[in-house]
T-cell receptor, first 114, second 109 residues
């Protein structure tokens, strides 16, 4: 595998379910990001991890819980979501945080909350 | 506040040239990025400008004017595979990317 991978690619869950999204990067990068992409809206940065430490949490509701066990893996744990949380969730990585290096994105998880 | 403006949708003809504009207002500035995103796929990096002027990379060029808070992406010799959304993003003083909503480019034969 190369680049940034995400699983699952599609997820349908009820509001009472608990699920997790997984991201893995094979680029040797030190920074990883979670974004939310809703139709016709700008990408919203959710969380940033740098060397496994969370550095940014952009006022994300607690029903989204990130986890970064090492520099290559990033998870987003989901519980008691709302229908408005339906969106494409993108993971990205970059060489360093707080730098102008470009970000490399995974293909995303299309989440539908019913 | 921080804001990025770009057109929602544009249409162009195969073989032609199209210019996608982007204006930005961010707290500080550490560069302007353009990404391409095909439907159902990941955004992929196209260009980065931090100094004024034109950067050319094959059929794609990107221009920046810092004094005007303005950038454009120029696509030449359009091909059907260029049909995609083009995302403009400005990096602010905290190195956070502030994203536009994207411009959907439709190429017609």
């Amino acid at each position: 595998e190369t680049g940034v991978t995400q699983t699952p690619r599609h997820l349908v869950m009820g509001m009472t379910n608990k699920k997790s999204l997984k991201c893995e990067q094979h680029l040797g990068h030190n920074a990883m990001y979670w974004y939310k992409q809703s139709a016709k809206k700008p990408l919203e940065l959710m969380f940033v991890y740098n060397f496994k430490e969370q550095t940014e949490n952009n006022s994300v509701p607690s029903r989204f819980s990130p986890e970064c066990p090492n520099s290559s893996h990033l998870f987003l744990h989901l519980h008691t979501l709302q229908p408005e949380d339906s969106a494409l969730y993108l993971c990205a990585s970059s060489q360093e945080w707080e730098s102008s290096y470009e970000q490399y994105f995974g293909p995303g998880t299309r989440l539908t909350v019913t | 506040g921080q804001n990025i403006d770009q057109p929602t949708e544009m249409t162009a003809t195969e073989g032609a040239i199209v210019q996608i504009n982007c204006t930005y207002q961010t707290s500080g500035f550490n560069g302007l990025f353009w990404y391409q995103q095909h439907a159902g796929e990941a955004p992929t990096f196209l260009s980065y400008n931090v100094l004024d002027g034109l950067e050319e990379k094959g059929r794609f060029s990107s221009f920046l004017s810092r004094s005007k808070g303005y950038s454009y992406l120029l696509l030449k010799e359009l091909q059907m595979k260029d049909s995609a959304s083009y995302l403009c993003a400005s990096m602010d003083s905290n190195y956070q990317l502030i994203w536009g909503a994207g411009t959907k480019l439709i190429i017609k034969p």
